[in-house]
C-alpha cells in the first residue's frame, strides 16, 4: 500500500464538461501515473511525471492534461469530456531507486453522458 | 500498436488445478516483466515480476516463465483456489530515469477457479 486516495471515485458528467481527477500520495514516491482501465484493452498510460512540473504524454494523451505542482499531488483534467473517455482511471506512483514497483490507487470510475 | 499481447481472456479451471497465462512482447528493450493481480473494485496489485536475466521465477504457488528468445513469459498459478479468481495483467517496462519504467500492460485474463 503506497498511501494513494484517487477522487472522486465515482463521478457522472455531461459531454464537453471538463473534468478534475485527483491523486494524492502519502509515501514521497517521485513517480505518478494515471492509467485508464476498458475492457479489452488492459490498462493505458495516459500521463506520467517524474518529478515535480515534469510531466510526459503515455499512449492515449488526446483529450487529457495532468498537473504536479507538488510531490504528493497528481490531477488529470478532461479538458472536454467526451463519451469515449468513459472509463475508469488509475493513479500509481513508484518511488526513485525501489525497482520497478509501482503501486496503484482504488480507481476513480468516470461515466460521460 | 499493442506491444504486449496476453492470452486467454479468460480461464475457468478447477479448484487445486494449474491456471496457465502466457504474455508476449515485441519490444527487446523492455527489461521487467512483471504481473498484476486485480480484484473487483480494486486497483491491480502486483504479484510476482521476473528480469530476462533468468529463466523462472517462483513465489509460493505462482510461478513465472520466462523465454527469452521466443519474447514470451508466462503465469503459472498452482493448486488454483477460488480466492486466486480475479483479473491477471501481465506487463512490461524499460529502465531509464525519465522514461519513468512505464508498464505496458497486455490485455487481461480473467481467471475463474471453481470450488
Known amino acids: 500500500d503506497a498511501g494513494i486516495t484517487q477522487s472522486p471515485r465515482h463521478k457522472v458528467t455531461e459531454t464537453g464538461t471538463p473534468v478534475t481527477l485527483r491523486c494524492h500520495q502519502t509515501?514521497?514516491?517521485?513517480?505518478m501515473y494515471w492509467y485508464r482501465q476498458d475492457p479489452g484493452h488492459g490498462l493505458r498510460l495516459i500521463h506520467y511525471?517524474?518529478?515535480?512540473?515534469?510531466?510526459d504524454k503515455g499512449e492515449v494523451s488526446d483529450g487529457y492534461s495532468v498537473s504536479r505542482s507538488k510531490t504528493e499531488d497528481f490531477l488529470l483534467t478532461l479538458e472536454s469530456a467526451t463519451s469515449s473517455q468513459t472509463s475508469v482511471y488509475f493513479c500509481a506512483t513508484r518511488q526513485l531507486n525501489s525497482g520497478n514497483t509501482i503501486y496503484f490507487g482504488e480507481g476513480s470510475w468516470l461515466t460521460v453522458v | 500498436q499493442q506491444q504486449v499481447k496476453q492470452s486467454p481472456q479468460s480461464l475457468i479451471v478447477q479448484k487445486g488445478g494449474i491456471s496457465i497465462i502466457n504474455c508476449a512482447y515485441e519490444?527487446?528493450?523492455?527489461?521487467?516483466f512483471p504481473w498484476y493481480q486485480q480484484f473487483p473494485g480494486k486497483g491491480p496489485a502486483l504479484l510476482i515480476a521476473i528480469r530476462p536475466d533468468v529463466s523462472e521465477k517462483k513465489e509460493g504457488r505462482f510461478t513465472i516463465s520466462f523465454n527469452k528468445s521466443a519474447k514470451q513469459f508466462s503465469l503459472h498459478i498452482m493448486d488454483s483456489q477460488p480466492g486466486d479468481s480475479a483479473t491477471y495483467f501481465c506487463a512490461a517496462s524499460m529502465g531509464g530515469e525519465t522514461s519513468g519504467s512505464r508498464l505496458t500492460f497486455g490485455e487481461g485474463t480473467q481467471l475463474t477457479v471453481n470450488p
Open positions: 509515501e514521497n514516491h517521485r513517480y
Open positions: 511525471s517524474y518529478g515535480v512540473k515534469d510531466t
Open positions: 519490444n527487446t528493450a523492455f527489461d521487467y
